[in-house]
């Protein structure tokens, strides 16, 4: 089991930007197919933001973040990061990373059932 902690979550005025980090260990990164970012707002469900496969470049992203969010990786570091721009109110939320073992078919990318292990979350709270 891959041990996955967050980090980077603060408070920002609309139009700002914030990179979230997550540090995995306890378990080979590469062993994961992909690593992904998700997020919940208080009384929604848990939405995928963003994907990636952990040996390859393909990344994924939910319409409501493309082209203002990015997933990128440091394989040596086995950390992943997600650098949010043009933050919006209605990106508040805690945001969790997530390791799948497996590699989900391509129309369950971001489904968080796909999903193996997860971090304990951080907290986005964009103000307006």
């Known amino acids: 089991q891959v041990q996955l902690v967050e980090s980077g979550g603060d408070s920002v005025q609309a139009g700002g930007s914030l990179r979230l980090s997550c540090a995995a260990s306890g378990y080979p990164y590469l062993s994961n197919c992909m690593v992904g970012w998700f997020r919940q707002a208080p009384g929604k469900e848990r939405e995928g933001v963003a994907a990636?496969?952990?040996?390859?470049?393909?990344?994924y992203y939910a319409d409501s973040v493309k082209g203002r969010f990015t997933i990128s990786q440091d394989k040596a570091k086995n950390t992943v990061y997600l650098q949010m721009n043009i933050l919006k109110p209605e990106d508040t939320a805690v945001y969790y990373c997530?390791?799948?073992?497996?590699?989900?078919?391509?129309?369950?990318?971001?489904?968080?059932?796909?999903?193996?292990?997860w971090g304990q979350g951080t907290q986005v709270t964009v103000s307006s």
């Open positions: 990636a496969y952990t040996a390859g470049i393909s990344t």
């Open positions: 997530a390791a799948a073992r497996g590699c989900p078919p391509i129309v369950r990318r971001l489904s968080a059932s796909s999903y193996n292990d």
